[in-house]
Structures are given as structure tokens and as C-alpha cells.
Nanobody
């Protein structure tokens, strides 16, 4: 079992940057595909991006491509979400997730049901 704890959220002005972290418990972190999702009030959970087990491959939602970067440190059992050029529409609770399914298709990796463990989330608020 994996426990995930996000941190790094906060209030930032539009155009600013934040880096979120997701720390995982357990010794098997490197065996998990790690995803980031977000959920704004009144909206469904939205896929943000995903990183492969070895950190070589990443996929992103079109809405964040070119602005957000996911990375991971398998020694520190942590995955990161670097968010640049933030917009008001990026305001949401950001949640990390761990799963065992990998696919060459982002359409598969973007499905929340493909992930087995979820963190509690961290709030990101972007003021315009």
C-alpha cells in the first residue's frame, strides 16, 4: 500500500509559478506510475499529467502542455509538478495518484480509475 501526501499549494498571481510535491510512503515507489489530477469547484476531476516509473516519459493534458512539468525522484520517493505561467483557470485542488498501469496512450493514462492510490490534495489558487 502507498500513502501519498501533497504539499506546495498556495495563492499565486496569474503568470506566477508554483512547485507541488507528492511524497510517497513505502519502498516500492519506483514501481508506480504517478499521475497528477485537479478538481475545481463544481467540476469533474481533470487529468493534468503523468510520469512513467523511471521518469523518462511524460504526458500532459493539452490545457497545461508547455507550462507544467512533471518529474520524480525515486530515491526521495517524491513526484513533482512544476507549474509556470499560471492562469486563473488553473485554480483547483491538485491531487497526485499512483497506479500500476502504463500505456503508450494518454487516453488510457488520463482515466482516474487506472490509479490505485490517491493523496488528499493541495489547493492552488491563481488570482487574476
Amino acid at each position: 500500500q502507498v500513502q501519498l501526501v501533497e504539499s506546495g499549494g498556495g495563492l499565486v498571481q496569474a503568470g506566477g509559478s508554483l512547485r507541488l510535491s507528492c511524497a510517497a510512503s513505502g519502498r516500492t515507489f519506483s514501481t508506480y506510475v504517478m499521475g497528477w489530477f485537479r478538481q475545481a469547484p463544481g467540476k469533474e476531476r481533470e487529468f493534468v499529467g503523468v510520469i512513467s516509473r523511471n521518469g523518462v516519459t511524460t504526458f500532459y493534458a493539452d490545457s497545461v502542455k508547455g507550462r507544467f512539468t512533471i518529474s520524480r525522484d525515486n530515491v526521495k520517493n517524491t513526484v513533482y509538478l512544476q507549474m509556470n505561467s499560471l492562469k486563473s483557470e488553473d485554480t483547483a485542488v491538485y491531487v497526485c495518484a499512483a497506479g500500476v498501469v502504463w500505456s503508450p496512450y494518454v487516453s488510457i493514462l488520463s482515466i482516474p480509475g487506472k490509479y490505485d492510490y490517491w493523496g488528499q490534495g493541495t489547493q492552488v489558487t491563481v488570482s487574476s
